[in-house]
């Protein structure tokens, strides 16, 4: 999935010039319901998943809250799909080439 240059730029204007801004969320509540198809929430976590791993300063969590009504095979759904996509390359810090 491919993000357009405009959507990159709304996530860099959302994080901000401070490098240690954290953003935190990516999944609506409601997204944990009977009410969005599975395939949408697929569809939703892997677009913010492929986010989060080209920016990584992102925690991935609920908006506000999982609700009352949520599917209880969601949470482990959630967890297979960061496992298959969620990974990051390893990246050498720039202070650890030199040891």
Known sequence: MKLSL???KDIDDTRGDNPRTILW???PGV???SKVSDREFDR???AVLHVM???PRYVLGVAD???PDALEYWVRWVGEL???YGGYEE???DREKGR
């Open 82 to 84: 960061v496992e298959k």
């Open 25 to 27: 969320g990516g999944i």
């Open 44 to 46: 939703h976590v892997c």
């Open 31 to 33: 997204y944990s319901t």
């Open 6 to 8: 405009s959507r990159r």
């Open 91 to 93: 990246v050498t810090l």
């Open 53 to 55: 791993r080209s920016h």
């Open 65 to 67: 809250q999982v609700p």
